[in-house]
């Protein structure tokens, strides 16, 4: 199939520990500089020509870090939704959830809630994964299937996080680890993928629109020839 244009990428947002590490500062600074990071692709989301990014926010098994680590991500997560659903609202940005994220804390929830009520119209959408694992995602979608009579490739992916999304097109991890950390393992199938050295502070709209020129020239075949 010839090249063409991505119409949704994703991004493993990796690499905010060794930021921090290597200006010997705390982990939450490292995050805190990811969150800015965060705000400039969204910023930019007017003027890339794309229909959807999803990042990987808080993973399944994030919960096994250190509980102060968990407890400011969680703080940054609030402090986000607070600042800045005004400029998503502005840049026409719809916000998606993926994940079991109703089972944050209730004020978490609530905050969400109100985002996704006050976004729904956007036509650029920001899918954020939270509290997300593929596979628990594809076990979930496959008994949603088994319940309506019939398992096929089709009616699972109907049930997935993302049915309502572009198929994937790209997907991109920072800081130089080469493995998809149970995110999106069903919507990667044949996602072109993309491994960067750059740390996910330091990840600006320019590296994105690298990545989508390089998505661009490459040749997707789906399995033929």
Not at 106 to 129: Q, Y
Request: hydrophobic residues 45%; contains cysteine.
């Amino acid at each position: 199939m010839a090249e063409g244009r991505a119409r949704h990428v994703a991004i493993i947002m990796d690499g905010n520990g060794r930021w921090a590490k290597k200006r010997h500062l705390p982990r939450v600074m490292g995050h805190r500089k990811g969150v800015e990071a965060v705000r400039a692709l969204v910023r930019s989301l007017q003027s890339i020509d794309l229909e959807c990014l999803t990042l990987y926010a808080f993973s399944s098994e994030n919960w096994k870090r250190p509980e102060d680590e968990v407890d400011d991500l969680m703080e940054l997560m609030r402090r986000f939704i607070k600042s800045d659903l005004p400029e998503f609202i502005e840049h026409n940005v719809r916000l998606k959830i993926i994940g079991d994220w109703q089972s944050l804390a209730p004020d978490i929830v609530e905050m969400l809630e109100d985002a996704l009520r006050r976004t729904e119209n956007g036509t650029r959408t920001l899918a954020v994964a939270l509290n997300y694992g593929a596979q628990a995602e594809i076990v979930a979608a496959a008994r949603a299937a088994a319940a309506g009579g019939e398992i096929t490739e089709r009616s699972l992916a109907q049930h997935l996080y993302t049915a309502d999304l572009p198929p994937l097109d790209l997907l991109v991890r920072t800081s130089g680890e080469v493995r998809l950390s149970n995110f999106l393992l069903w919507q990667a199938a044949y996602a072109e993928m993309l491994f960067t050295e750059v740390l996910w502070p330091d990840y600006t709209p320019d590296h994105l629109r690298e990545a989508l020129d390089h998505f661009s020239r490459r040749e997707r075949r789906f399995g033929g020839r």
